[in-house]
């Protein structure tokens, strides 16, 4: 069975750094894609990173790309979002989403069509 469960949320000041975590289980990440999104109260769900890991093909909008990278532990069978320079409007609950086999990246960001952990808050306030 396919489970993502997230981690890694809280609290930071503008400028700080976090990092989350998807622990993914049921299936191993080579020939899957994973998706970070994002979703502020009122708004749509957006994508902030989304990785192909059959093939190495990433996708970071232009809202995150030098600042937001992901990488993964295959021991571990996790996913990470490291946040950097972190804004104001990065505020949000944050999902990861996973979707086999290897679909489009950049699609998957848009419109994804996967299975998804349940979110975990970040909150960036001074």
């Known amino acids: 069975q396919v489970q993502l469960v997230e981690s890694g949320g809280g609290l930071v000041q503008p400028g700080g750094s976090l990092r989350l975590s998807c622990a993914a289980s049921g299936f191993t990440l080579d020939s899957y894609a994973i998706g970070w999104f994002r979703q502020a109260p009122g708004k749509a769900r957006e994508g902030v990173s989304c990785i192909s890991f059959s093939d190495g093909t990433t996708y970071y909008p232009d809202s995150v790309k030098g600042r937001f990278t992901m990488s993964r532990d295959n021991a571990k069978n996790t996913v990470y979002l490291q946040m950097n320079g972190l804004k104001p409007e990065d505020t949000g609950v944050y999902f990861c989403?996973?979707?086999?086999?290897?679909?489009?990246?950049?699609?998957?960001?848009?419109?994804?069509?996967?299975?998804w952990g349940q979110g975990t808050q970040v909150t960036v306030s001074s």
């Open positions: 989403e996973a979707e086999g086999p290897s679909p489009d990246v950049q699609r998957m960001c848009a419109m994804p069509n996967g299975y």
